[in-house]
């Protein structure tokens, strides 16, 4: 089995800022992509920032500047460090990795159970 556990999230005021952490457990050979999602109240779920194992990040417009993402391969976790934040970044934060458990086995999504990211104006 696999797990990703979300830890960091909370209730911050705007233009404050929160550290979320996301760390992979379980049988895992190796991790290509982890990053983040999130899901706003009646929104799709879109994608936030993700971290290849080549070090190509990717972000989306709404966050870029003020969101970094980065990752510790040793300890298989990823982290999302957010800056001046606004009521439009309250959401659930989802942690993703695609990654395979064994040499032989296919590459999988999996996610992490969310935490929840409340910004108060």
């Known amino acids: 089995q696999v797990q990703l556990v979300e830890s960091g999230g909370g209730l911050v005021q705007v233009g404050g800022s929160l550290r979320l952490s996301c760390a992979a457990s379980g049988t895992i050979f190796s991790i290509y992509t982890m990053g983040w999602y999130r899901q706003a109240p009646g929104k799709q779920r879109e994608l936030v920032s993700t971290l290849t194992s080549a070090d190509r990040t990717n972000y989306a417009d709404s966050v870029k500047g003020r969101f970094t993402i980065s990752r510790d391969n040793a300890k298989n976790t990823v982290y999302l460090q957010m800056n001046s934040l606004t009521p439009e970044d309250t959401a659930v934060y989802y942690c993703?990795?695609?990654?395979?458990?064994?040499?032989?086995?296919?590459?999988?999504?999996?996610w992490g159970q969310g935490t929840q990211v409340t910004v108060s104006s």
């Open positions: 993703y990795a695609d990654l395979k458990r064994a040499r032989w086995t296919d590459r999988g999504d999996y």
